[in-house]
């Protein structure tokens, strides 16, 4: 148990359907990221939200919409995906902004875009 | 940030010492090197971070020599259970501001029994 908790684990959609992906972390934290895992595929980093405002957006298509309502909460909700978007959607959090700053990840989300 | 450099696949048997070596030819003099674990379908996990010279957790080693230009990640006697990849990271704090954690390629260690 990391204390980053992502919902729901597995997630299969179609290309007209909306859904939204959800991750809360316990740790206290500050900063929280979404990065995505494609098969056999280093991380990508996609959003990063310092404070609870968007800092960092590495070119991300605009059918994923990340939301973060507080420091505990963070959402990424999709619309229109592709199928080359299925892959694992994985949430972290960190105390940010120190050189020793150390990632929790949660379990992720597989997703399957058909 | 420091770009980091580190074979991509290893092999070993159980119960032997693996060493993993990354390099980071242009880190910066405050800049952490911090190595995580990931086994397939799950999130990353921190395994240990390091400044400099050595540093020993339940887990690993890490070794950093004086000019910090490169980093060894040392597991001792691995399992099966330590197939995995690994990733080294050079993390630099921007002054209250968040960091961009970038992950690299990362090493695939399998370990054969």
């Known amino acids: 148990e990391t204390g980053v908790t992502q919902t729901p684990r597995h997630l299969v959609m179609g290309m007209t359907n909306k859904k939204s992906l959800k991750c809360e972390q316990h740790?206290?934290?500050?900063?929280m990221y979404w990065y995505k895992q494609s098969a056999k595929k280093p991380l990508e980093l996609m959003f990063v939200?310092?404070?609870?405002?968007?800092?960092e957006n590495n070119s991300v298509p605009s059918r994923f919409s990340p939301e973060c309502p507080n420091s505990s909460h963070l959402f990424l909700h999709l619309h229109t995906l592709q199928p080359e978007d299925s892959a694992l959607y994985l949430c972290a959090s960190s105390q940010g902004g120190t050189a020793n700053e150390k990632l929790f990840f949660g379990s992720g989300t597989q997703l399957s875009v058909l | 940030l420091a770009k980091t450099t580190q074979p991509i696949s290893m092999d070993s048997y159980e119960g032997q010492e693996v060493n993993i070596t990354c390099s980071h030819n242009?880190?910066?003099?405050?800049?952490?090197i911090t190595w995580y674990q990931q086994f397939p379908s799950q999130g990353p996990r921190f395994i240990i971070q390091g400044y400099k010279t050595k540093v020993t957790n339940e887990v690993a080693s890490l070794f950093i020599p004086a000019d910090r230009k490169s980093s060894t990640l040392s597991l001792p006697r691995v399992s099966l259970s330590d197939t995995a990849v690994y990733y080294c990271?050079?993390?630099?704090?921007?002054?209250?501001?968040?960091?961009?954690?970038?992950f690299g390629t990362g090493t695939l260690l399998a370990v054969q029994p």
């Open positions: 990271l050079v993390v630099r704090g921007y002054g209250g501001a968040t960091n961009k954690l970038i």
């Open positions: 242009n880190i910066a003099t405050n800049d952490y």
């Open positions: 939200y310092s404070l609870e405002e968007r800092v």
């Open positions: 740790l206290g934290h500050n900063a």
